[in-house]
């Protein structure tokens, strides 16, 4: 493992923890002093992603990650449910015993997992995911959460 400060080639492991569908690993550069964490994540087998433009992409976990933490920033979710939510669906890829899944397929996954953590992260994801252009397609999406019936607040006119 590469030395993320100075480089070198060579690092050591100073400890080694189990923990959820990883494992974290304490490394230390013997050059620098540098001192670092790593998770490894076994992979069961290369998986694709089949974008609608028939372009195959290998999967990525951490992409998938970004885009979970982007519809969930700024609201009140815990941390380790979402690793959770994550790991189910990287698992639900994984079991498919397909080696390639379609985008679409990946993002049902992803919104189905964001509706049971949290609707604004559900509306935010589907948004993007879904290509809203105007109003009425978040107002179709609200409605079928069934907190449609929710008056917005009257504005003062002057």
Not at 67 to 73: D, G, P, W
């Amino acid at each position: 493992m590469r030395c993320p400060y100075c480089g070198s080639p060579d690092t050591q492991v100073k400890d080694s923890r189990p923990s959820e569908d990883a494992i974290r690993r304490r490394r230390v550069c013997p050059d620098c002093g540098g001192r670092f964490t790593t998770f490894e994540r076994v992979q069961l087998r290369d998986l694709w992603v089949l974008k609608k433009s028939g372009r195959r992409v290998p999967f990525d976990r951490d992409k998938l990650q970004r885009s979970v933490e982007t519809a969930l920033r700024k609201r009140p979710v815990d941390p380790g449910r979402v690793e959770r939510m994550i790991n189910g669906v990287v698992r639900q890829i994984e079991s498919g015993g397909e080696a390639e899944i379609a985008s679409e397929a990946v993002g049902e996954l992803v919104m189905e997992g964001l509706k049971a953590l949290d609707d604004v992260a559900y509306v935010r994801f589907a948004s993007v995911y879904k290509d809203f252009r105007e109003t009425r397609d978040f107002e179709e999406l609200i409605g079928r959460l069934g907190i449609a019936d929710v008056e917005p607040p009257e504005r003062d006119p002057a």
